[in-house]
């Protein structure tokens, strides 16, 4: 189970993060115009996340909702997968192509790249 929540949205999968290739998105602006109108995806995982703040989709067949902000350069949001509250985080923000990169910790942890769509 940790595993599997660990996987999920904006938690990271990888080692810490390497930039190479990925451009940081440090204002919400330009983060509301590339997540605006599309989802992001991965295996396992459909979400949408809006630009008044709401995180809605599924996850490995559960159910993800939440909220998020934009502090500073970074984007913190409160997540829960299914009734499992996986609590605050704020991350950096990386894009390269149609790929955007969550590195959680305020970009000192772990990563999950998720695709646009």
Same mark, same amino acid.
């Given at each position: 189970?940790?595993?599997?929540?660990?996987?999920?949205?904006?938690?990271?999968?990888?080692?810490?993060?390497?930039?190479?290739?990925?451009?940081?998105?440090?204002?919400?602006d330009r983060?509301?115009?590339?997540?605006?109108?599309?989802?992001?995806?991965?295996?396992?995982?459909?979400?949408?996340?809006?630009?008044?703040?709401?995180?809605? +989709?599924?996850?490995?067949?559960?159910?993800?909702?939440? /909220?998020? @902000?934009? %502090? !500073? #350069?970074?984007?913190?949001?409160?997540?829960?997968? +299914?009734?499992?509250?996986?609590?605050?985080?704020?991350? /950096?923000? @990386?894009? %390269? !192509? #149609?790929?955007?990169?969550?590195?959680?910790?305020? +970009?000192?942890g772990q990563?999950?790249?998720?695709?646009?769509?």
């Amino acid at each position: 189970m940790r595993v599997l929540s660990a996987a999920l949205l904006f938690l990271g999968l990888a080692a810490p993060a390497v930039a190479e290739g990925f451009a940081p998105v440090t204002k919400r602006d330009r983060f509301v115009s590339l997540i605006e109108g599309r989802d992001l995806t991965r295996f396992g995982i459909t979400l949408n996340v809006t630009s008044d703040g709401q995180i809605k +989709g599924r996850a490995f067949g559960r159910d993800v909702t939440g /909220a998020w @902000r934009w %502090n !500073g #350069d970074y984007f913190c949001r409160d997540l829960f997968w +299914g009734k499992m509250d996986l609590g605050p985080n704020c991350q /950096a923000v @990386r894009l %390269n !192509g #149609d790929t955007i990169r969550f590195i959680s910790d305020q +970009g000192t942890g772990q990563f999950a790249d998720l695709y646009l769509r």
